[in-house]
């Protein structure tokens, strides 16, 4: 069994216990924080004004780029810039039918061997109550399997090799993130 541990400034793997837990520091509402537990793969809130919290804060801010980018840095995503530029060729500029149907920003199928958010499967896609929980999941798979990872370089390599079928996904992703950069 994993714990996944959400810090101010990473999300890292653990090796521990029965328990899965993923604290989340909330530091965009007072620097007050809380636990999201996971059980059977499952996500959910520690209490009832947890889940209010979660919510809320979903319901203040709907999805557009900007707000988009600065969620991934706010959880502190490694490499936002890519991740960012994954979620544009994955839902075709957020236009795809499994984004807007799904909240799923990154083509994920839903997790069956490592803690997930998504609801379940639908379009043969993970689903999601809305677009963050998309972004957690993805953070979530980035701490099981990318968390040895220190470079763009050995993301590219990573993702070239194990995440998406077009060949010239990266080619496409670089394209994306200068445009971003510049």
Do not use: C
């Not at 988009?68 to 839902?91: C, G, H, M, W």
């Not at 061997?113 to 972004?135: C, Q």
Request: no cysteine.
């Amino acid at each position: 069994m994993f714990n996944y541990y959400y810090y101010s400034k990473s999300l890292t793997l653990k090796n521990a216990g029965k328990r899965i837990a993923l604290y989340v520091s909330v530091s965009a509402l007072m620097g007050t924080g809380f636990g999201i537990y996971l059980s059977n793969n499952k996500v959910s809130a520690t209490s009832q004004e947890d889940m209010i919290v979660m919510i809320n804060d979903h319901e203040k801010q709907s999805f557009n780029d900007s707000v988009f980018i600065d969620y991934l840095r706010s959880i502190n995503i490694k490499f936002p810039e890519i991740v960012y530029a994954q979620a544009v060729l994955e839902t075709g500029n957020f236009k795809s039918k499994i984004f807007n149907t799904n909240n799923n920003l990154f083509g994920m199928k839903e997790a069956t061997k490592r803690p997930t958010m998504a609801k379940g499967t639908e379009l043969e896609h993970a689903y999601y109550d809305n677009w963050k929980e998309s972004v957690i999941d993805y953070a979530l798979y980035q701490a099981r399997y990318l968390s040895s990872i220190r470079s763009e370089s050995q993301y590219y390599e990573y993702l070239e090799a194990n995440y998406a079928e077009d060949p010239e996904y990266i080619n496409k992703i670089k394209n994306v993130t200068n445009r971003l950069k510049s």
